[in-house]
């Protein structure tokens, strides 16, 4: 099978956690959450646990070097590249350290998707899974912060990668069937 990478992006709560799973399973690509990676470290307190809690709290995000190490370990895992990023990279840095990974062990990106929600939306989806799942950065303020964060960090990453032709852009709304078969027809 050739490598493949896909990145998926949007601001929070755009779906990106509830798209990485179905799609990884149907397109046999190893699914990668940042997001759920670090609140694993944090819920077994390990040292990068540890320092991420207080950070996620308040909504901003975890340092680039921490982020970039946890993925290269799961890139190093791999016989074969073959993964989507699920909220990463996030920041123009953490952008520049995935190309050099990837390079290093000789593939590229090949596509970024972007999953486009309007702001009313994403507030109503967060305030509803803290009703329902209690999340430590699902609060008013922390979801403003975040998305706040999103906005002057991560947004840049959409021309980043529109100006190499790698983005993709998706409605987000919408039954999420729906929204994976939009997708993976971007994809195909
Ligand atoms: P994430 O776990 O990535 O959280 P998120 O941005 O809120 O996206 P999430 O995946 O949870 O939302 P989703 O849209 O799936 O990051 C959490 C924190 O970790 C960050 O704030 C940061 O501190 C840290 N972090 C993670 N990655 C980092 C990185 N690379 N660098 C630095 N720090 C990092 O789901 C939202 C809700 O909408 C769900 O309840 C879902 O059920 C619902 N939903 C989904 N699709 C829907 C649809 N079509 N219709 C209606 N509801 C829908």
Redesign the pocket.
């Known amino acids: 099978m050739a490598s493949e990478v896909i990145v998926l992006m ?10 990485a799973a179905r799609l990884a399973k149907a397109e046999n690509l190893r699914k990668i ?4 990676m ?2 694993a470290h944090v819920a077994e307190s390990s040292e990068l646990g540890r320092k ?1 809690e207080a ?2 709290k308040a ?4 340092p ?1 070097d921490l ?1 970039v190490a946890m993925v290269r370990r799961e890139v190093e895992s791999m016989d074969e590249i073959r993964m989507l990023l ?6 123009p840095g ?1 952008a520049k350290a995935l190309d050099e990974l990837l390079a290093e062990f000789g593939t590229e990106l090949t596509a970024a998707v972007l999953l486009e929600v309007p702001e009313e939306e994403l507030v109503r ?2 305030v ?2 803290a009703e ?1 799942e209690g999340r430590a ?1 699902d609060d008013e303020t922390t979801v403003r912060k ?1 998305m706040e ?1 999103y906005r002057t960090s991560t947004r840049p990453l959409i021309e980043f990668y529109e100006k190499r032709d790698l983005l993709a852009r998706v409605n ?5 069937d729906e ?1 994976t078969e939009r997708i993976q027809e971007v994809l195909s």
């Open positions: 949007g601001p929070p709560g755009a779906g990106k956690g509830t798209q959450s940042t997001g759920d670090l609140r991420a950070i996620m909504g901003d995000l975890v680039d982020i699920d909220g990463f990279p996030r920041t953490q989806r967060l509803q899974r329902e950065d975040r964060v987000g709304v919408g039954d999420v929204v």
